[in-house]
């Protein structure tokens, strides 16, 4: 153990204690409020590229499952807590989230005053810092590119199951959302976030799930084309980054949040019924709600406490789009049904096609 500093581009420090990992590592350093739930966290892609603030004081008291993890690795660049546990104890547990992110060269840093950082990045915004071993770090800040590419499979690879057909664009998408559609009996095939439409046409699906991912989503600007042609075509879903990739291909515009939403207790307005939902929610960019064509989309969704929008149906065409996670993992299920929705969109546009080749 040695003493450690996180390094804000903005010129704040904040000292704790860096435990046996490389330093002057990178990264957006955002901050999420939820209580449990740091597995799924440091296994989400849409982390990429980013020091992970937990502002509850005890992360690791119930170590790491088999279970929860939402890809094969850790995406994250570095956390930043107030205390590790070094003793969990839980009836599923495997190891501590110590010796995974030992595994995995994750740096992180402890006994940090996480309450302070999480009200300094409220008040600066969401700015880069670096994890170093050096209070005078002077490592120049590198600018984030390509961060879909690292984390989107370069395979084409489908679950055999007994329902309708779902194309899955892997962005950077939750395991969990994969475990939802097969739940619900769909087959899935996940494809590379650049896969071209031709081919997607081949695979004759009966719907579409553009998921989530990180980062910017005019970073693939260049796929805005292909995703309008797809929600032209088929049932479609959209998932986070993936509800604003919809937004976007029919000429909405998106802006950054000043620190995002990451947490397990954001609530959201169904426009529709008035009924507020808590979420789970993981991005830093919002559609703008005044770039959307009222001609074409409703809104369905927004934040409670900011007033951002959280969701999007398409007027004519089966369309749906959400801000936040309906698949949780971690957080409240109460918006699984967006799942459910979503399949039996699939199954009416199957029939209303039977009907109409009879």
Known sequence: MKEGYLILETGEIFEGTLIRNQSNVQGEVVFNTSMTGYQEILTDPSYAGQI?????????????????????????????????????????????????????????????????????????GTVKAVISDQKESVVPFQKEIDL???????????????????????????????????????????????YPLEKIRLLNPDGVVISNGPGDPMAVCDQLGKIKKITEEYPT????????????????????????HRGGNHPVKDLITGKVYITSQNHGYV?????????????TYKHVNDGTVEGLSHRTLPILTVQFHPEAHSGPKDTEYIFEKFVSLLHQNLGAMKYAIQ
């Open 52 to 124: 992970v603030v937990f502002s509850y004081p005890l992360i690791g008291n119930y170590g790491v499952n088999q279970d929860d993890y939402e890809s094969t690795k850790i995406h994250v660049r570095g956390i930043i807590v107030g205390d590790l546990c070094s003793e969990p104890n839980h009836f599923k547990m495997v190891e501590t989230a110590e010796s995974l992110l030992d595994k995995y060269n994750i740096p992180y840093l402890t006994n940090v005053d996480t309450r302070e950082l999480v009200k300094t990045i409220r008040k600066k």
């Open 148 to 194: 879909i590419s690292q984390v989107s499979t370069q395979k084409v690879f489908t679950h055999e199951n007994v329902g309708p057909h779902v194309i899955l664009m892997d962005f950077g998408y939750k395991k969990s959302i994969l475990q939802f559609l097969l739940k619900l009996k769909c087959k899935v095939t996940v494809v590379p976030f650049n």
């Open 237 to 260: 879903l959209g998932i986070c980054l993936g509800h604003q990739l919809i937004a976007l291909a029919y000429g909405a515009k998106t802006s950054k949040l000043p620190f995002g």
């Open 287 to 299: 559609v703008v709600d005044q770039t959307i064509d009222e001609n074409q989309f409703l809104v």
